[in-house]
């Protein structure tokens, strides 16, 4: 018999350790799960794949798997990813088989992605477990994004009209977190993923 609800999620479908943590562009997704991360190494986060530069300080196979089109492409037609997106210009997308590995292994999967790609996970994935990031405010969210400073300015607008589209779809999702403080969100998205799912 199960003795604690990890031994319960042990027993159970292995796809409900996937948490889905998407959110606009510049609400601070990527800050919080590398906070998680630094803590929590045992949360395994999918690297994606992606067509955009990198930015300085990043790191092909660490942040992103930087591709040319044309392997992104092969790749999406291959059926190599679980899911993928076109997001302000460039084409996001995660590998399968990583993530499917995980899964069958009983590692908490992490995916930080869109909102076209959680909408494709939540369709394939009906077990996954999927959390809104949002600003404290939009004012805060263009302050964040623009203050970060690695976007032109046709980018960040790009990025703006993608991020009213997101906010709009909160109401999808199994959880909203407010990204005001970094620790608070940390420490309850934490909880989300080791939450019994049943
Ligand atoms: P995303 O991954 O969602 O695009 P980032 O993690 O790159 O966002 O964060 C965007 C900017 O906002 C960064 O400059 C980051 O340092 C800042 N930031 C993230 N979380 C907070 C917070 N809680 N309060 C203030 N600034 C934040
Ligand atoms: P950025 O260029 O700022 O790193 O990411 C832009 C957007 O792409 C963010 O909303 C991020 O969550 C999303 N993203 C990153 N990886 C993936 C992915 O594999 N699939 C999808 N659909 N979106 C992704």
């Known amino acids: 018999m199960p003795t604690s609800p990890i031994d319960a999620e042990d027993a159970g479908a292995p796809a409900r350790r996937l948490t889905v943590l998407?959110?606009?562009?510049?609400?601070g997704k990527s800050t919080v799960v590398k906070k998680l991360?630094?803590?929590?190494?045992?949360v395994w986060l999918s690297v994606s794949v992606?067509?955009?530069a990198p930015r300085p300080g990043e790191t092909d196979?660490?942040?992103y798997f930087f591709a040319a089109p044309e392997e992104f492409d092969r790749m999406?037609?291959?059926g190599r990813m679980l899911e993928w997106a076109e997001f302000a210009g460039n084409r996001y997308g995660t590998p399968r088989a990583p993530v499917e590995e995980r899964l069958r292994a009983g590692t908490p999967?992490?995916?930080e992605i869109d909102?076209?790609?959680a909408r494709q996970v939540r369709a394939s994935m009906p077990d996954s477990f999927h959390v809104f990031l949002a600003p404290p405010s939009w004012e805060e969210l263009v302050r964040r994004l623009t203050g970060r400073g690695t976007e032109p300015p046709e980018v960040v607008r790009r990025r703006?009209?993608?991020a009213r589209t997101e906010m709009a779809a909160e109401k999808e999702f199994d959880a909203t977190l407010v990204n005001t403080s970094v620790e608070d969100v940390r420490d309850e998205l934490l909880a989300l993923i080791q939450a019994p799912r049943v």
Do not use: C, F, W
Not at 22 to 27: A, I, K, M, R, T
Not at 37 to 42: I, K, L, T, V, Y
């Open 109 to 111: 999967v992490l995916l």
């Open 61 to 63: 196979g660490v942040e």
């Open 160 to 162: 703006l009209d993608a």
């Open 115 to 117: 909102l076209q790609g």
């Open 50 to 52: 992606t067509t955009r």
């Open 37 to 42: 991360r630094a803590d929590h190494p045992e």
């Open 76 to 78: 999406v037609a291959e």
């Open 22 to 27: 998407s959110g606009p562009s510049g609400v």
